[in-house]
């Protein structure tokens, strides 16, 4: 606590900073599971519980035939874990500890290292979840053949940092309005299931339904990814910048606001929480 903190260099304070980041990290991914094993399988029960859902309300309403031509489980697995991954990495960014949290009475910690945290942590379970998923697909069931599988893990990239960045912006108003943040976030994850167009193919959607769609950006990753993923699709109603300059810019907005959060945080906001 008394230590004199000797002066360190850009590239020293770089590295302690990445290291710290690394322990929060840990410290993330084992918060809700001590057993980082019974975590992964925990996620991977909830996609597979997902596709399992989807794939018999789709042939109970006889919808097969409005996907993508193509492997059926694929393009179902295409949007669910899209739109898992955007929906955790916003879940766990407003989760994340803020400026008058007690972890925050360490020296070396600041809001800017829980939130990649939580961030990353969010990530790293996800796409370990979907490469097992996708394996076991593989072995058990039929070969996975994705068209361009670089373009599409960016789309699953993007639909998690659009995630984070939704998420900043309600982390930045928790502290000042905590009740309002949890049931806005709740009911903005709710509408994805929905509104992130992961049930339709927005090729064959009518105008009026796209002008409905087309604000969110996990709708414009979906559908991008699915044009990477299916040689014979094509996406016409979506874009990549979209979604990508909203992010930047809910980012930008979220951190100023964190700042600015930060600079009047009180412990009384927390306390009897």
């Given amino acids: 606590m008394f230590e004199a903190r000797s002066p360190q260099s850009a590239h020293g304070t770089a590295l302690a900073m990445v290291e710290l980041i690394y322990h929060s990290i840990v410290r993330e991914i084992r918060k809700d599971h001590q057993n980082a094993l019974m975590?992964?399988?925990?996620n991977m029960m909830q996609t597979i519980v997902f596709v399992i859902a989807f794939y018999f309300m789709f042939s109970v309403l006889g919808l097969r035939?409005?996907?993508?031509?193509g492997d059926f489980l694929l393009y179902i697995m295409s949007g669910i874990?899209?739109?898992?991954?955007?929906?955790?990495?916003?879940?766990a960014v407003v989760k994340a500890e803020g400026p008058a949290s007690a972890m925050m009475k360490?020296?070396?910690?600041?809001?800017?290292?829980?939130i990649t945290a939580a961030a990353v942590g969010s990530l790293y379970i996800q796409v370990l979840s979907l490469l097992t998923v996708l394996f076991l697909y593989h072995v058990i069931m039929t070969p996975v053949l994705i068209e361009e599988p670089v373009?599409?893990?960016a789309m699953l990239l993007l639909a998690w940092f659009?995630?984070?960045?939704v998420g900043v912006i309600f982390l930045s108003l928790k502290p000042w309005f905590p009740g309002f943040v949890q049931i806005a976030s709740q009911i903005y994850a709710r509408a994805n299931m929905i509104a992130s167009g992961k049930m339709f193919v927005a090729n064959t959607m009518p105008p009026y339904l796209i002008s409905l769609f087309d604000w969110n950006p996990l709708f414009h990753s979906i559908d991008?990814?699915?044009g990477f993923t299916f040689i014979n699709y094509d996406p016409l109603n979506s874009t990549v910048s979209y979604p990508l300059i909203l992010s930047c810019t809910l980012i930008m907005l979220g951190m100023m606001g964190e700042f600015y959060t930060r600079k009047y945080a009180s412990v009384s906001w927390t306390a009897g929480k």
């Fill in 81 to 91: 874990f899209l739109f898992l991954t955007h929906t955790k990495a916003m879940g």
């Fill in 65 to 69: 035939g409005a996907a993508i031509k």
């Fill in 224 to 226: 991008q990814a699915r």
């Fill in 162 to 165: 659009s995630g984070v960045a």
């Fill in 151 to 153: 373009n599409a893990f």
């Fill in 39 to 42: 975590g992964l399988i925990m």
């Fill in 106 to 114: 360490h020296a070396p910690m600041n809001t800017i290292v829980t």
